[in-house]
T-cell receptor, first 116, second 114 residues
Framework: KQEVTQIPAALSVPEGENLVLNCSFT??????LQWFRQDPGKGLTSLLL?????REQTSGRLNASLDKSSGRSTLYIAASQPGDSATYLC???????????????FGKGTKLTVNP | NAGVTQTPKFRILKIGQSMTLQCTQD?????MYWYRQDPGMGLKLIYY???????DKGEVPNGYNVSRSTTEDFPLRLELAAPSQTSVYFC?????????????FGPGTRLTVT
């Protein structure tokens, strides 16, 4: 059974600092990995999607890497801003347990606070 | 496009009551999903659908039912509400299950059962 773990559970940094969020998964047979952002009381916004054949994806100040063999992904945020404060969720897409359609398995998230 | 919309945004139910959470997407996506998120936890899949007329159970289906009569709509039904169903419910959709297609999420429905 696929399990996704995110460390740390919470992180507080001063504005302008570069930071790394970690995600690990137990089964390397994944189709892709997604990083989401969730603001309090809101839904999820997809930030980056890395296909299993890719090593990284970049969007603005965000860079996500994927090492499938070791079951790890990192989300790097450069020059953090107070507006980056949110919970960041990692999810892997893998084949369903009964061989059916692929499913997303989520980690519990990292709550990021960027202090001005 | 409105994307994925969910109604209601909030609801309080008494134990044993029933309700339907509505989900609609206007992106012509084939795949739709229902998740629940408990405080401090990740999302868990309740049910999903790969197209109209086809549904299947996810990780935590007990106490819920779904139907998919159209491509656009994927309602989630709670028949006999229990306190354990207090949660935030998210609906999502994607064009395909292929690795390049990401899931898009609705804003969520916050449900309290007392």
């Amino acid at each position: 059974k696929q399990e996704v773990t995110q460390i740390p559970a919470a992180l507080s940094v001063p504005e302008g600092e570069n930071l790394v969020l970690n995600c690990s998964f137990t089964d390397s047979a994944i189709y892709n990995l997604q990083w989401f952002r969730q603001d309090p009381g809101k839904g999820l916004t997809s930030l980056l999607l890395i296909q299993s054949s890719q090593r990284e994806q970049t969007s603005g100040r965000l860079n996500a890497s994927l090492d499938k063999s070791s079951g790890r992904s990192t989300l790097y945020i450069a020059a953090s801003q107070p507006g980056d404060s949110a919970t960041y969720l990692c999810a892997v897409e893998c084949r369903g347990s009964q061989g059916g359609s692929e499913k997303l398995v989520f980690g519990k998230g990292t709550k990021l606070t960027v202090n001005p | 496009n409105a994307g994925v919309t969910q109604t209601p945004k909030f609801r309080i139910l008494k134990i044993g009551q029933s309700m339907t959470l509505q989900c609609t997407q206007d992106m012509n996506h084939n795949y739709m999903y229902w998740y629940r998120q408990d405080p401090g936890m990740g999302l868990k899949l309740i049910y999903y659908s790969v197209g109209a007329g086809i549904t299947d159970k996810g990780e935590v289906p007990n106490g819920y039912n779904v139907s998919r009569s159209t491509t656009e709509d994927f309602p989630l039904r709670l028949e006999l509400a229990a306190p354990s169903q207090t949660s935030v419910y998210f609906c999502a959709s994607s064009y395909s299950s292929k690795p390049t297609y990401e899931q898009y999420f609705g804003p969520g429905t916050r449900l309290t059962v007392t």
